[in-house]
Protein backbone atom coordinates (compact mmCIF):
# COMPACT_ATOMS: atom_id res chain seq x y z
CA UNK A 1 0.00 0.00 0.00
CA UNK A 2 3.08 2.11 0.47
CA UNK A 3 3.79 4.59 -2.39
CA UNK A 4 6.99 4.30 -3.84
CA UNK A 5 9.32 7.58 -4.34
CA UNK A 6 11.88 7.93 -6.86
CA UNK A 7 14.69 8.83 -6.65
CA UNK A 8 15.38 8.22 -2.74
CA UNK A 9 18.17 11.07 -2.64
CA UNK A 10 19.49 13.76 -4.83
CA UNK A 11 21.84 16.38 -3.87
CA UNK A 12 21.45 20.16 -6.14
CA UNK A 13 22.96 22.94 -6.25
CA UNK A 14 21.11 26.17 -5.36
CA UNK A 15 19.55 27.17 -8.43
CA UNK A 16 18.78 24.22 -9.84
CA UNK A 17 15.42 22.25 -10.55
CA UNK A 18 14.40 18.63 -8.94
CA UNK A 19 11.80 16.33 -9.60
CA UNK A 20 10.28 13.68 -7.32
CA UNK A 21 8.39 11.06 -8.03
CA UNK A 22 5.62 9.17 -6.15
CA UNK A 23 3.82 5.89 -7.81
CA UNK A 24 1.46 2.92 -6.79
CA UNK A 25 0.18 0.41 -8.07
CA UNK A 26 -3.04 0.90 -7.84
CA UNK A 27 -4.93 4.64 -8.39
CA UNK A 28 -4.70 6.53 -5.47
CA UNK A 29 -7.79 8.41 -3.55
CA UNK A 30 -5.50 11.61 -3.45
CA UNK A 31 -1.82 12.48 -3.03
CA UNK A 32 -0.90 14.89 -0.25
CA UNK A 33 3.22 16.12 -0.30
CA UNK A 34 5.17 16.72 2.77
CA UNK A 35 8.43 18.09 3.94
CA UNK A 36 10.17 17.46 6.90
CA UNK A 37 13.40 18.89 8.15
CA UNK A 38 16.18 17.34 10.21
CA UNK A 39 14.95 16.97 13.65
CA UNK A 40 11.06 18.54 12.86
CA UNK A 41 8.19 17.35 12.43
CA UNK A 42 6.67 16.91 8.63
CA UNK A 43 5.08 20.07 7.21
CA UNK A 44 1.60 19.63 4.61
CA UNK A 45 2.81 21.48 1.27
CA UNK A 46 -0.27 20.95 -0.49
CA UNK A 47 -2.67 17.72 -1.38
CA UNK A 48 -4.01 16.63 -5.10
CA UNK A 49 -7.59 15.46 -5.17
CA UNK A 50 -8.42 14.66 -8.92
CA UNK A 51 -6.49 13.08 -11.74
CA UNK A 52 -4.90 15.89 -14.36
CA UNK A 53 -4.53 18.21 -11.55
CA UNK A 54 -1.71 20.57 -11.21
CA UNK A 55 -1.14 22.65 -7.90
CA UNK A 56 1.68 25.23 -7.25
CA UNK A 57 2.61 28.08 -5.09
CA UNK A 58 5.66 29.94 -5.18
CA UNK A 59 8.70 27.77 -6.59
CA UNK A 60 7.14 24.47 -5.83
CA UNK A 61 4.57 22.46 -7.99
CA UNK A 62 3.18 18.50 -8.03
CA UNK A 63 1.10 17.07 -10.76
CA UNK A 64 -1.22 14.21 -10.58
CA UNK A 65 -1.58 12.25 -13.48
CA UNK A 66 -4.77 11.22 -15.01
CA UNK A 67 -4.83 7.67 -14.04
CA UNK A 68 -4.18 8.35 -10.39
CA UNK A 69 -1.13 6.27 -9.90
CA UNK A 70 1.52 8.85 -10.07
CA UNK A 71 2.17 12.45 -8.39
CA UNK A 72 4.96 14.10 -9.19
CA UNK A 73 6.76 17.00 -7.14
CA UNK A 74 8.56 20.07 -9.21
CA UNK A 75 11.05 22.02 -7.08
CA UNK A 76 12.44 25.22 -9.41
CA UNK A 77 15.46 27.18 -8.58
CA UNK A 78 15.85 25.35 -5.52
CA UNK A 79 16.73 27.30 -2.80
CA UNK A 80 19.42 26.08 0.65
CA UNK A 81 15.97 26.06 2.49
CA UNK A 82 14.38 23.11 0.33
CA UNK A 83 16.43 20.88 1.91
CA UNK A 84 14.92 18.35 3.95
CA UNK A 85 13.25 14.93 3.12
CA UNK A 86 9.88 14.97 1.19
CA UNK A 87 7.05 12.46 1.54
CA UNK A 88 4.21 11.46 -1.17
CA UNK A 89 1.08 10.63 1.32
CA UNK A 90 -1.91 9.12 0.73
CA UNK A 91 -5.65 8.26 2.44
CA UNK A 92 -6.87 4.99 1.47
CA UNK A 93 -9.97 5.08 3.53
CA UNK A 94 -8.88 4.31 6.93
CA UNK A 95 -5.31 4.97 6.69
CA UNK A 96 -2.85 7.40 6.39
CA UNK A 97 0.65 5.87 4.22
CA UNK A 98 3.58 7.85 3.70
CA UNK A 99 5.85 7.20 0.78
CA UNK A 100 9.17 5.81 0.73
CA UNK A 101 11.06 9.33 1.14
CA UNK A 102 13.36 11.29 -1.32
CA UNK A 103 15.88 12.98 1.10
CA UNK A 104 17.36 16.31 -0.94
CA UNK A 105 20.18 18.49 -0.09
CA UNK A 106 20.55 21.59 -1.71
CA UNK A 107 24.14 23.14 -1.30
CA UNK A 108 25.68 26.54 -1.98
CA UNK B 1 -1.90 29.69 14.00
CA UNK B 2 -3.63 26.81 14.91
CA UNK B 3 -0.97 23.50 16.46
CA UNK B 4 -1.11 20.07 17.25
CA UNK B 5 0.33 19.97 20.88
CA UNK B 6 2.07 16.62 21.81
CA UNK B 7 3.34 15.97 25.15
CA UNK B 8 5.81 15.42 26.90
CA UNK B 9 8.15 16.82 24.10
CA UNK B 10 11.36 13.65 25.62
CA UNK B 11 11.18 10.84 27.52
CA UNK B 12 13.72 8.59 28.71
CA UNK B 13 12.24 5.43 30.36
CA UNK B 14 13.34 2.03 32.21
CA UNK B 15 12.15 -1.18 30.42
CA UNK B 16 9.10 -2.15 31.52
CA UNK B 17 8.14 1.27 32.55
CA UNK B 18 4.43 2.27 31.35
CA UNK B 19 5.04 5.64 29.16
CA UNK B 20 2.20 7.57 28.51
CA UNK B 21 1.76 10.33 25.01
CA UNK B 22 -0.39 12.21 24.71
CA UNK B 23 -1.72 14.96 22.04
CA UNK B 24 -4.27 17.32 21.61
CA UNK B 25 -5.26 17.80 18.02
CA UNK B 26 -6.55 20.90 16.35
CA UNK B 27 -10.06 22.27 17.00
CA UNK B 28 -12.66 20.79 14.40
CA UNK B 29 -10.17 18.14 13.34
CA UNK B 30 -12.20 15.09 13.35
CA UNK B 31 -9.27 12.98 11.85
CA UNK B 32 -6.25 12.14 14.42
CA UNK B 33 -3.48 9.78 13.97
CA UNK B 34 -0.20 8.18 15.54
CA UNK B 35 2.65 7.56 13.56
CA UNK B 36 6.24 6.64 14.77
CA UNK B 37 9.07 7.15 12.88
CA UNK B 38 12.90 5.31 13.56
CA UNK B 39 15.76 5.80 11.04
CA UNK B 40 15.57 2.13 10.45
CA UNK B 41 11.70 1.58 9.97
CA UNK B 42 10.81 4.74 8.39
CA UNK B 43 7.60 6.23 9.27
CA UNK B 44 5.24 3.56 10.13
CA UNK B 45 1.57 4.15 10.69
CA UNK B 46 0.35 3.00 14.78
CA UNK B 47 -3.20 4.09 14.86
CA UNK B 48 -5.61 6.35 13.29
CA UNK B 49 -8.90 7.83 14.80
CA UNK B 50 -12.20 9.56 12.72
CA UNK B 51 -14.65 11.15 15.20
CA UNK B 52 -12.63 9.44 17.80
CA UNK B 53 -13.04 5.82 16.67
CA UNK B 54 -10.74 3.95 16.13
CA UNK B 55 -10.68 3.08 12.54
CA UNK B 56 -7.31 1.01 11.77
CA UNK B 57 -4.61 0.06 14.64
CA UNK B 58 -3.16 -2.85 12.52
CA UNK B 59 0.32 -1.50 12.37
CA UNK B 60 0.35 -0.95 16.50
CA UNK B 61 1.86 -3.88 18.45
CA UNK B 62 -1.15 -5.27 20.10
CA UNK B 63 0.15 -6.61 23.06
CA UNK B 64 2.00 -3.47 24.69
CA UNK B 65 0.36 -0.75 22.96
CA UNK B 66 -2.83 1.10 23.27
CA UNK B 67 -4.42 4.67 21.65
CA UNK B 68 -7.65 6.05 22.93
CA UNK B 69 -9.20 9.60 22.38
CA UNK B 70 -11.03 10.01 25.78
CA UNK B 71 -12.46 13.21 24.15
CA UNK B 72 -12.03 15.34 21.36
CA UNK B 73 -9.08 17.40 22.51
CA UNK B 74 -7.06 13.84 23.91
CA UNK B 75 -5.47 11.61 22.26
CA UNK B 76 -3.13 8.85 24.21
CA UNK B 77 -0.89 6.55 23.52
CA UNK B 78 0.47 4.20 26.01
CA UNK B 79 3.23 1.52 26.35
CA UNK B 80 3.59 -1.02 28.82
CA UNK B 81 6.02 -2.72 29.32
CA UNK B 82 8.13 -0.02 27.06
CA UNK B 83 11.23 -2.05 25.66
CA UNK B 84 14.16 -0.84 24.00
CA UNK B 85 13.08 -1.26 20.39
CA UNK B 86 10.56 1.19 21.30
CA UNK B 87 12.58 3.91 21.42
CA UNK B 88 11.48 6.55 18.25
CA UNK B 89 10.00 10.24 17.52
CA UNK B 90 6.41 9.72 17.90
CA UNK B 91 4.26 11.74 16.11
CA UNK B 92 0.94 12.84 16.81
CA UNK B 93 -1.05 14.58 13.39
CA UNK B 94 -4.71 15.92 12.96
CA UNK B 95 -6.43 17.31 10.22
CA UNK B 96 -10.29 17.16 8.91
CA UNK B 97 -10.66 14.35 6.01
CA UNK B 98 -14.22 16.91 5.08
CA UNK B 99 -12.66 19.84 4.44
CA UNK B 100 -10.30 17.80 1.37
CA UNK B 101 -8.34 21.20 0.36
CA UNK B 102 -6.00 20.57 3.77
CA UNK B 103 -3.96 18.19 4.82
CA UNK B 104 -2.35 16.92 8.41
CA UNK B 105 -1.00 19.16 10.80
CA UNK B 106 2.10 17.32 12.95
CA UNK B 107 2.68 18.09 16.43
CA UNK B 108 6.61 18.12 17.48
CA UNK B 109 6.34 14.64 18.48
CA UNK B 110 7.93 12.68 21.41
CA UNK B 111 11.32 11.40 21.70
CA UNK B 112 11.45 8.34 23.45
CA UNK B 113 14.26 6.39 24.77
CA UNK B 114 13.82 3.24 26.21
CA UNK B 115 17.03 2.28 28.20
Known amino acids: QQPVQSPQAVILREGEDAVINCSSS?????VHWYRQKHGEAPVFLMILLKGGEQKGHDKISASFNEKKQQSSLYLTASQLSYSGTYFC?????????FGTGTSLTVIP | DARVTQTPRHKVTEMGQEVTMRCQPI?????VFWYRQTMMQGLELLAYFRNRAPLDDSGMPKDRFSAEMPDATLATLKIQPSEPRDSAVYFC??????WGAGGYTFGSGTRLTVV
Open chain 2, 27 to 31: LGHNT
Open chain 1, 26 to 30: KALYS
Open chain 1, 89 to 97: GTEPGNQFY
Open chain 2, 93 to 98: ASGNLQ
